[in-house]
């Protein structure tokens, strides 16, 4: 397991997993006075109200941040609901926060969009490589 930190002003609970983090400075960029990845600690809680950095934690792209109110469950805040959409002649996309379970048993988590193979076609299986365009899918 990697590293994983934890801030508190009290009311959140901000979690950093750095493995998780591909730096893609949408923190730092969004509330610069509290997400500092050049000072340590990186994150100031105190430095925004809980409304202001719950939703700049929601901006996350790869699921490194993540929050929970400290009164409730420690459900994170930023899981989002899952839509799925039947892309014609395409991929399978879902839409949300999921976690994918490999035959292998390793699990990996997606966020925003994630395309799968309807066709089996995909060499990276079980996503979407764009092979149903080549093979004519048609469904």
């Given at each position: 397991?990697?590293?994983?930190?934890?801030?508190?002003?009290?009311?959140?609970?901000?979690?950093?997993?750095?493995?998780?983090?591909?730096?893609?400075?949408?923190?730092?960029k969004g509330l610069?006075?509290?997400?500092?990845?050049?000072?340590?600690?990186?994150?100031?809680?105190?430095?925004?109200?809980?409304?202001?950095?719950?939703?700049q934690v929601?901006?996350?792209?790869?699921?490194?941040?993540?929050?929970?109110?400290?009164?409730?469950?420690?459900?994170?805040?930023?899981?989002?609901?899952?839509?799925?959409?039947?892309?014609?002649?395409?991929?399978?996309?879902?839409?949300?926060?999921?976690?994918?379970?490999?035959?292998?048993?390793?699990?990996?988590?997606?966020?925003?969009?994630?395309?799968?193979?309807?066709?089996?076609?995909?060499?990276?299986?079980?996503?979407?490589?764009?092979?149903?365009?080549?093979?004519?899918?048609?469904?």
């Amino acid at each position: 397991m990697g590293v994983k930190r934890k801030y508190t002003n009290g009311e959140v609970t901000v979690v950093w997993e750095a493995e998780k983090c591909v730096h893609s400075g949408i923190c730092a960029k969004g509330l610069p006075q509290v997400f500092r990845p050049s000072l340590r600690p990186w994150v100031r809680i105190d430095a925004a109200d809980t409304d202001t950095i719950i939703n700049q934690v929601k901006q996350c792209p790869s699921g490194a941040l993540s929050c929970y109110l400290n009164n409730k469950p420690k459900e994170p805040i930023n899981k989002v609901g899952v839509k799925v959409e039947v892309m014609a002649n395409g991929p399978l996309l879902v839409h949300g926060n999921l976690e994918v379970t490999y035959k292998d048993g390793t699990k990996e988590e997606k966020r925003k969009i994630t395309a799968f193979c309807r066709c089996g076609h995909s060499n990276n299986k079980p996503f979407c490589d764009g092979s149903h365009s080549r093979n004519g899918f048609v469904g």
